[in-house]
């Protein structure tokens, strides 16, 4: 039981590139998260899925987007990287609806140049 | 709008000392948890407190929610260092939405 896993761990990208990060759950939640982190600001909540085809908008979606086509997977994209989304990004996944009980993967710490 | 304030922001304390860390809302939420984070990995939930009044307690580590569900502390007695890192304090259910409000964190380091 691996619980959440994110790839890839760590990522560099130039301004305007894209790329797609990974994360994947085993323990059949229905309910699943991207976070970013940064100093000062906590974590925000970019995109959730509440369900298997479904997602939402969260505190900070503006330039990337989201597909959960399979409920163990959910994609982040970003299609044109900029240096302001240097972070390290957070996927979570839940079995309760209202958060309860949030599983973290292990971040990607992305940097864009 | 930040909605849950977790104060103090930084915390330095040597072996041995105690120490309270808070975690204030203007808003009611209908269950408030508590994850520790270290450095290069994602948070790990240490409780979830859901009842007003509710108190929880892991070992050295004592969890209050109060009475109005709007804020939270978190006690810690007679710290290790083993017990360093992101303190991050959440809450739940507000308005029925599916979604977690983080506070910012406290960063706390235990010095031998």
């Known amino acids: 039981n691996a619980g959440v896993t994110q790839t890839p761990k760590f990522r560099v990208l130039k301004t305007g590139q894209s790329m797609t990060l990974l994360c994947a759950q085993d323990?059949?939640?229905?309910?699943m998260y991207w976070y970013r982190q940064d100093p000062g600001m906590g974590l925000r909540l970019i995109h959730y899925?509440?369900?298997?085809?479904?997602?939402a908008k969260g505190e900070v979606p503006d330039g990337y987007n989201v597909s959960r086509l399979k409920k163990q997977n959910f994609l982040l994209g970003l299609e044109s990287a900029a240096p302001s989304q240097t972070s390290v990004y957070f996927c979570?996944?839940?079995?309760?609806?209202?958060?309860?009980?949030?599983?973290f993967g292990p971040g990607t710490r992305l940097t864009v140049t | 709008t930040q909605l849950l304030e977790q104060s103090p922001q930084f915390l330095s304390i040597q072996e041995g000392e105690n120490l309270t860390v808070y975690c204030n809302s203007s808003?009611?939420?209908?269950?408030l948890q508590w994850y520790r984070q270290e450095p290069g990995e994602g948070p790990v939930l240490l409780v979830t407190?859901?009842?007003?009044?509710e108190v929880k307690k892991l070992k050295r580590l004592t969890f209050q929610f109060g009475d109005a569900r709007k804020d939270s502390s978190l006690h810690i007695t007679a710290a290790q260092p083993g017990d360093t890192g992101l303190y991050l304090c959440?809450?739940?259910?507000?308005?029925?939405?599916?979604?977690?409000?983080f506070g910012k964190g406290t960063k706390l380091t235990v010095n031998p």
């Open positions: 808003s009611v939420f209908s269950s």
């Open positions: 407190v859901v009842t007003g009044g």
């Open positions: 323990m059949n939640h229905e309910y």
């Open positions: 979570a996944s839940s079995y309760v609806p209202g958060g309860h009980e949030q599983y």
């Open positions: 899925s509440v369900g298997e085809g479904t997602t």
């Open positions: 959440a809450g739940g259910g507000q308005g029925g939405s599916e979604k977690l409000v």
